[in-house]
Nanobody
Framework: DVQLVESGGGLVQAGGSLRLSCTVSGFTFDDYAITWFRQAPGKEREGVSC????????YYADSVKGRFTISSDNAKNTVYLQMHILKPEDTAVYYC?????????WGQGTLVTVSS
């Protein structure tokens, strides 16, 4: 079975940077997608960014476009979310999601806190 492990969360001041990592383990074919979601207290889960393993295409939510960059190190089976110019409204638990065909797997989440 496929498992995901997120890391890289922490506490930063507004304007700072963090890099989140999502490592995929277990057997998988290569035509999967990884999506970063986030959920803040009292708010609905929202999609932040995604990348396709098959063709490298990417997507960014309007709220993070120009500040966040998603990338993949295929040799390490790891997807990164580089976050710059962080804002207090970016504070949330960030989750990575693996999807291939009808199968979805979630990581445990990593907390990002941005102070003003």
């Amino acid at each position: 079975d496929v498992q995901l492990v997120e890391s890289g969360g922490g506490l930063v001041q507004a304007g700072g940077s963090l890099r989140l990592s999502c490592t995929v383990s277990g057997f998988t074919f290569d035509d999967y997608a990884i999506t970063w979601f986030r959920q803040a207290p009292g708010k609905e889960r929202e999609g932040v960014s995604c990348i396709s393993r098959s063709d490298g295409s990417t997507y960014y939510a309007d709220s993070v476009k120009g500040r966040f960059t998603i990338s993949s190190d295929n040799a390490k089976n790891t997807v990164y979310l580089q976050m710059h110019i962080l804002k207090p409204e970016d504070t949330a638990v960030y989750y990575c999601n693996y999807k291939i065909a009808s199968v979805e797997v979630w990581g445990q989440g990593t907390l990002v806190t941005v102070s003003s």
